[in-house]
């Protein structure tokens, strides 16, 4: 990324800042979350792109050897275990295809964890 340009302020600026091969893979990320999530709203957070469904659903971002993704469920540990990450980060290395089908898991996952929340949190005002 380059200082001299402002911060990105959508997911299109946010890519765009990248090289091109890595632009490619955040694009499949991107398309896999709004596939499974396409009522999800782009957002930029904490410096990274996210997506925002009864709160903040997931993050991404490109690094040098990665990408990485926000949060790690902890119920996917096993599918997740073959993949680097942080504690709450998953890493896709740019030596590998990028997963769509277990973004799309996670995804899901993120949304079922968001809906049993905003629905605990109705149900508190509500009593």
Same mark, same amino acid.
């Given at each position: 990324m380059n200082? #001299?340009?402002p911060k990105p302020t959508t997911m299109d600026e946010f890519i765009a800042q990248f090289p091109e091969e890595i632009r490619e893979r955040l694009e499949r990320v991107r398309w896999a979350i709004?596939?499974?999530a396409p009522k999800a709203e782009e957002a930029i957070s904490y410096g990274m792109a996210a997506f925002k469904w009864n709160g903040n659903l997931i993050f991404f971002s490109a690094f040098k050897d990665h990408i990485g993704i926000y949060p790690r469920p902890k119920s996917l540990e096993k599918e997740l275990a073959k993949y680097d990450g942080g504690k709450g980060t998953v890493q896709f290395p740019h030596s590998r !295809? /990028? !997963? /769509? #089908?277990?973004i799309r898991k996670i995804v899901k996952l993120r949304m079922e964890e968001n809906l049993t929340k905003a629905e605990a949190k109705k149900k508190k005002k509500s009593a």
């Open positions: 200082s #001299a340009n709004r596939k499974q !295809p /990028i !997963p /769509i #089908a277990l």
